[in-house]
């Protein structure tokens, strides 16, 4: 390998019959890279598993390698993974996997009331939704657009007591007043707990909620 340039043509045309490897290192990587292709092939993606093995080669431990210490070489190689939607950044591609489950989740059920222990097509949603309402102060401003922009639920109490008063308005609309029975449903929503809560915690709501209750003629007592 070392004395390549000074070899003797014959020497360098019998060893390339061979099929003499001259560059370990790249030869490692196509090693790695045919074993990602054949990952992707199978899978859709190139989301690999850390300690993923492919037929006996450790392709997890390349791929993170690649990430690290980005063993590439010239621009084809890049070109290459990119092809096959090499993951670059975990964390980003987790929070899109997140992102994209919440927009499914959202297209089905036309709401983003979503579960805590909401699991799309396997995925933990209901959790990576408690994640972004713990952390939406470490939120990125273009993150923060896009769930905003999808309507996402920051504080789940309001939305509650919102989803309360708009039954109680449906109520009224087609009975013509506000006495709730204790055990009523509206459209499977428990509207008259939810009545009865607005009154055991009158001196705990805020001027605005008192006011629009007040409003609508609230029976209080």
Not at 42 to 65: C, F, I, M, Q
Request: proline share 3%; no cysteine; hydrophobic share 35%.
């Amino acid at each position: 390998r070392s004395s390549k340039n000074k070899m003797n043509k014959d020497r360098s045309h019998r060893l390339n019959a061979l099929g003499f490897v001259w560059d370990p290192y790249a030869d490692q990587w196509e090693e790695g890279f045919s074993a990602l292709a054949k990952f992707h092939k199978r899978e859709g993606h190139s989301k690999v598993p850390s300690d993923h093995l492919e037929a006996g080669y450790r392709l997890g431990t390349w791929v993170s390698n690649i990430r690290q210490e980005k063993i590439i070489s010239s621009s084809d190689q890049l070109a290459r993974l990119n092809a096959l939607g090499f993951v670059w950044d975990v964390l980003a591609q987790k929070w899109e996997d997140g992102f994209s489950s919440l927009v499914k989740f959202n297209q089905r059920e036309g709401h983003l009331k979503v579960p805590y222990s909401q699991l799309e097509d396997g995925y933990p949603l209901g959790t990576w939704v408690g994640i972004q309402r713990t952390s939406k102060a470490k939120l990125s401003e273009e993150r923060l657009r896009r769930l905003n922009a999808l309507g996402f639920i920051w504080v789940v109490s309001i939305d509650q007591w919102e989803e309360g008063f708009s039954s109680l308005l449906k109520f009224k609309q087609r009975e013509g007043h506000l006495k709730v029975p204790d055990a009523h449903l509206e459209n499977g929503y428990p509207l008259g707990s939810w009545v009865r809560n607005q009154r055991t915690r009158k001196s705990g709501l805020t001027e605005e909620k008192l006011d629009r209750l007040n409003d609508i003629g609230f029976v209080w007592d």
